[in-house]
């Protein structure tokens, strides 16, 4: 992304630029940024494709094409496949692209063993849009929460990004939720957050099995009927309720050989903040307990694939079951 921001800056850019991988706020920002600094409110010298099956020949031939009245011609391609499937005749062509082009890729899935990628690290630049880390995303939160003449202390930016995820653009759409009901405080409260912010699925779902583990069935049912509520299959409250046992049960593990909590976050690609919550949690219960639901889930899956039993009624029974 540096490298990006660097190009704009300059004025200098690359013939080929990817942008790839799973946070998809970045992406799309960083598509803009190129558009904007590239293109401008040219439409004459700018061209958008999108979706599989594109006609490679076409591509090749507009990027050939000289821009009018313009240093530059911008081509952004978008969730092509291209990177995953290659195409030998786009990947022959990048090193011929005139200097008077700029192809932009932005991609979910790459194969880096793929030969357009190699080509594109080769001749141009392929950024990688991670999820951010908690920090990275504390900082970003906070610039934009400053821009608006806002403060928030470290504990409560915590209980905001423990409430909304990591998805920045979930993250971005509750800053503008808190921004405007802050309206006229230079101060951001635990209670303002809690107020206005949407609890994820996720937050949910740990909710939800310590009501399980700690036999609160009425609560666990309450939050199964809010999911249900929002339009949360069964079948993918079973499959996250049984990957929350998954980290409880990896944790325990990794506790119990006295593995820091850095450690754990990493390995479980979670923020080292949640990665304390999951620790807390696995504290709380014996490795013989949390098996025991680990194995539920599995037998719930089950009853539903063979047809015993309905997704809805399985999830039930594991919430209300006994271990």
């Not at 958008?48 to 507009?62: A, P, R, T, W």
């Not at 991670?130 to 915590?158: C, E, F, H, P, V």
């Not at 609890?199 to 779902?205: A, E, F, S």
């Not at 919550?277 to 680990?294: C, D, H, P």
Request: aromatic share 8%; proline share 2%.
């Amino acid at each position: 992304m540096q490298t990006i921001n660097e190009d704009i800056k300059s004025g200098q850019y690359k013939k080929v630029y990817l942008l790839y991988g799973e946070e998809s706020f970045l992406k799309q920002s960083y598509k803009k940024k190129l558009k904007e600094a590239v293109a401008g409110d040219d439409t004459m010298n700018y061209n958008y494709f999108e979706g599989k099956g594109l006609d490679v020949n076409e591509l090749i031939s507009l990027s050939d094409t000289m821009p009018f009245f313009s240093d530059k011609r911008l081509i952004i391609i978008e969730d092509s496949g291209f990177f995953k499937t290659s195409s030998e005749a786009l990947a022959d062509y990048l090193p011929m692209i005139p200097d008077t082009t700029c192809i932009v890729f932005v991609e979910d899935g790459v194969d880096k063993r793929n030969r357009l990628f190699k080509k594109v690290k080769e001749l141009g630049h392929a950024a990688e849009m991670k999820r951010q880390d908690s920090a990275q995303l504390a900082r970003w939160a906070g610039t934009i929460l400053a821009q608006n003449g806002r403060k928030i202390t470290g504990s409560t930016m915590n209980l905001f990004l423990e409430r909304t995820g990591d998805d920045m653009e979930n993250i971005r759409m509750e800053l503008e939720k808190l921004i405007s009901y802050t309206m006229g405080s230079d101060v951001v409260t635990t209670e303002d957050v809690e107020a206005v912010t949407t609890v994820q699925v996720t937050n949910k779902i740990f909710d939800m099995v310590n009501a399980i583990v700690t036999r609160k069935t009425r609560l666990a049912m309450d939050l199964y009927e809010d999911l249900l509520t929002l339009k949360e299959p069964p079948m993918r409250i079973l499959f996250l309720i049984a990957r929350q046992f998954n980290q409880l049960l990896l944790v325990k593990e990794m506790t119990a050989k006295g593995t820091d909590r850095g450690t754990i976050a990493s390995k479980l690609k979670i923020p080292p903040f949640v990665a304390g919550k999951v620790s807390a949690q696995a504290g709380a219960f014996t490795r013989e307990q949390i098996l025991s639901y680990v194995k539920g889930c599995v037998e719930a899956e089950e009853a539903v694939k063979t047809g015993k039993m309905n997704d809805r009624m399985a999830v039930e029974l594991l919430i209300t079951r006994k271990y």
